[in-house]
Nanobody
Framework: VQLQASGGGLVQAGGSLRLSCAAS????????MGWYRQAPGKERDLVAI???????NYADSVKGRFTISRDNAKTTVYLQMNSLKPEDTAVYYC?????????WGQGTQVTVSS
């Protein structure tokens, strides 16, 4: 499984960004996709995930502001980020899980200025 993420950038506080992550290769057994993020000096933390059945889970810090979705083929996942805050600044990594193994994208930088 290969993951290609895009959509990061610089935005002012209160603004919006949309991240995309496209999976390719052996995608038929992917049962989960989503996003983690890592700020400088901090651990990589869950942002949002969506399962093959459509269930979602969000970090408390982004609930009500971020929305995860996917395309009908279930190979591309999106993260709509609204009402961005400076504390959302991080490198965002796409994740896909297949048969218990995690695959990671290359990361995309999101910077929110105050």
């Amino acid at each position: 499984v290969q993951l290609q993420a895009s959509g990061g950038g610089l935005v002012q506080a209160g603004g919006s960004l949309r991240l995309s992550c496209a999976a390719s290769g052996s995608t038929v057994r992917i049962n989960l996709m989503g996003w983690y993020r890592q700020a400088p000096g901090k651990e990589r933390d869950l942002v949002a995930i969506i399962t093959s059945g459509g269930s979602t889970n969000y970090a408390d810090s982004v609930k009500g502001r971020f929305t995860i979705s996917r395309d009908n083929a279930k190979t591309t996942v999106y993260l709509q980020m609204n009402s961005l805050k400076p504390e959302d600044t991080a490198v965002y990594y796409c994740i896909a899980r297949e048969l218990g193994r995690n695959y990671w994208g290359q990361g995309t930088q999101v910077t929110v200025s105050s």
